[in-house]
């Protein structure tokens, strides 16, 4: 049987990740310090004898007894306002946090997967992202937290990799969305249809012409299982490349709901990346990978969702 570690277990990403690797029949063990994740979004996994769950902080020295295939580190806040209100956490869970996950992957000989972002590219003046752009962030900028972490994560990843022979997965995951996304997580998505379904004024900043490639959450967690089990060290784009603009999700959002809240335009956070897309011609040709779902069967699934989570 297969072992796995998935840090950020009771976040979004991470408990589709644990419901996956336990519907494959491996023993998974959860870690979350539960700044940002819910034990609520693993509920129906604690029963279960194949799943164990450790309250711990990866920043901390990490033990785990036993035998591990692999190691997945989706450990972070990643929401722009969680990575403003935390931001030493924040740069500490993709450093120290990943300095000490590398050194049980390497002890335990386990594949090692980090979830990257497509903020490694900043925002953009390349259009759509490819993996063998550099980006253009600004280190100090309030985003700077999370992208120099993740970028600091890529670079502590590669290391293992090209010294210590360390098998490693890059996955630079693009905007994502689904259930168990937080209600008030700040993101364009969870704002929208909350704001909807209570009849509130629909917040979009700047003039909404910014643009955001939305991912359904099944397709990515398809398509960082495909990578995990590739052989391909290097980075890779998963997210879906149907670019709309931020006025857009908000008119569809408003559309679905069937709400009478009108949009307002409030200022555009600093550093706030003007477009977004992935190019996927790799995540296509190596992983035979692209998104199936649609925005519309998405946008359905997580509206069902959240009407049951907005008060
Ligand atoms: N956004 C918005 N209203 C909100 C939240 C976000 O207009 O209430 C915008 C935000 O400025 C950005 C886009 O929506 O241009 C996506 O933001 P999100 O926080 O979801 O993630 P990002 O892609 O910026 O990391």
Redesign the pocket.
């Known amino acids: 049987m297969k072992r796995i570690l998935i840090t950020g277990a009771a976040g979004f990403l991470g408990s589709h990740l644990c419901d996956k690797y336990i519907s494959e029949g491996y023993d998974v063990i959860g870690m979350d310090n539960l700044i940002t994740g819910s034990l609520d979004n693993i509920a129906h996994l604690m029963p279960l004898e194949h799943f164990t769950f450790y309250h711990h902080d990866v920043t901390k020295f990490v033990h785990v007894p036993g035998k591990l295939d692999y190691i997945l580190h989706f450990a972070s806040p ?4 969680d990575y403003l209100k935390m931001p030493i956490q924040t740069l500490k869970v993709g450093s120290l946090g990943t300095h000490n996950l590398l050194g049980l992957a390497k002890m335990k000989k386990a594949r090692f997967m980090i979830a990257s972002t ?2 490694v590219y900043g925002d953009p003046l390349v259009h759509p992202q490819t993996e063998d752009y550099w980006g253009n962030v600004n280190p100090i900028g309030p ?1 700077g937290v999370y992208d120099e972490a993740k970028r600091f994560q890529e670079a502590m990843t590669m290391a293992y990799h090209t010294y210590h022979g360390l098998e490693i997965r890059i996955v630079r995951i693009f ?1 994502t969305y689904g259930p168990r996304m937080r209600v008030n ?8 249809f909350s ?1 909807a379904l209570r009849g509130e004024d ?5 003039d ?1 012409s ?1 643009t ?1 490639s939305f991912c359904y959450v099944a397709d990515l967690v398809d398509g960082i299982n495909k990578l995990l089990l590739s052989d391909y060290n290097l980075p890779v784009n998963i997210g879906n490349p149907t670019e709309i603009t ?1 006025n857009q ?2 008119e569809e959002v408003l559309h679905l709901v069937g709400s009478n809240s009108k949009i307002i335009h ?1 200022a ?2 600093k550093d ?2 003007k477009v ?1 897309k992935p190019d996927i011609t790799k995540a296509k040709e190596l992983l035979n990978w692209k998104p199936v779902v649609g925005r519309e069967e998405g946008f359905k699934i997580t509206f069902d969702y959240f009407k049951t989570k907005v008060k």
């Open positions: 990643a929401s722009p306002i497509s903020e985003r905007n997580d700040g993101r364009a998505l969870p704002a929208f704001q629909i917040t979009v900043f700047g909404g910014q955001r931020i999700a908000a409030m555009l956070p706030d990346p977004r």
